[in-house]
């Protein structure tokens, strides 16, 4: 099989990441209506876009091992980037945030090639260490999706609390309040008296959000960055292993193999 057709080979599965990737970024834009109980599909989308991110963290770590010059893997990084886009929607803020992935991208390819070349045995390592680069620009994809989406249902309708979850908290809190009162003793007025609280504590609780509603967007955005990068943080070595056992796979099936290099090394000695 020719060289070109290889690497088109390998180019697949970077783009098929970068596509599913992008359809997560779209569904996260609107991942604030999930940010109250029950949590199941808030969980769900966030577990998709973790399996993405490792789907590209195995596709990228082919194509920057892979592919030489630095310019073909960058190459495939924008190939890849454009099917994220076509997926994710089209608009100015997606197209910057994309090419923030192609940066990450091949500043991530240029480290690895770089440490490789540096290194007597191939190794996987540098894929892992440098992978971190693209790591964080991919949660900025997807947290800056769902802040794009909250911030704008804010500025139309408002930040408002889910009817449900409101209407239990103002009602187990109305009713501490009446029962530590002589009217818990009267039926008829203590019913009377939890509806008057529950009104009351409602509309403070509405105008307080109004007041601070604007930053809960931004607020809520950092917060998942942080979480998601932690996790992902404990979680790097599970797409590195993957990558360890893919390699010696490529070189089973005929499309990489491994080739040894003379180097010239200059040192500092004593004549």
């Known amino acids: 099989m020719a060289r070109w057709m290889k690497m088109v080979l390998l180019t697949v599965p970077l783009v098929a990441g970068s596509a599913a990737f992008g359809i997560v970024c779209r569904r996260m834009g609107s991942a604030y209506r999930l940010l109250w109980p029950p949590f199941q599909p808030l969980l ?5 876009l973790g399996l993405s991110i ?3 963290a195995v596709a990228g770590g082919l194509v920057a091992v892979l592919f030489r010059p630095l310019s073909v893997a960058v190459l495939a990084f924008g190939l890849s980037a454009v099917a994220m886009l076509a997926a994710w929607g089209w608009s100015w803020i997606h197209l910057a945030l994309t090419l923030l992935y192609v940066a990450a991208g091949f500043l991530f390819t240029a480290l690895t090639q ?3 070349q540096q290194r007597i045995r191939f190794s996987v390592r540098p894929a892992a260490e440098n992978w971190r680069v693209v790591t964080v620009a991919l949660l900025l994809l997807a947290v800056g999706s769902l802040y794009l989406g909250f911030a704008d249902e804010v500025r139309r309708e408002g930040f408002s609390l889910p009817e449900r ?3 239990d908290l103002a009602t ?3 009713e501490e309040v009446v029962d530590a009162t002589p009217l818990s003793r009267l039926g008829a007025i203590r ?3 939890v ?3 529950k009104r009351v504590l409602k509309d403070t609780l509405e105008r307080q959000l109004r007041r601070v509603e604007r930053y809960i967007p931004p607020l809520t955005a950092a917060v998942l960055f942080v979480f998601l990068l932690v996790v992902l943080s404990f979680l790097w070595w599970v797409p590195m292993l993957v990558l360890a056992l893919v390699f010696p796979a490529l070189v089973t099936l005929g499309l990489a193999k491994q080739a040894l290099e003379t180097i010239e090394v200059r040192r500092l000695v004593i004549e």
Do not use: I, K, S
Not at 44 to 48: F, Y
């Open 44 to 48: 769900h989308l966030l577990l998709w």
């Open 54 to 56: 490792w789907l590209l």
């Open 114 to 116: 770089r440490d490789l």
């Open 165 to 167: 979850p409101l209407e």
């Open 172 to 174: 187990g809190f109305a």
């Open 191 to 193: 019913a009377e008296g």
């Open 195 to 197: 509806n008057q609280v």
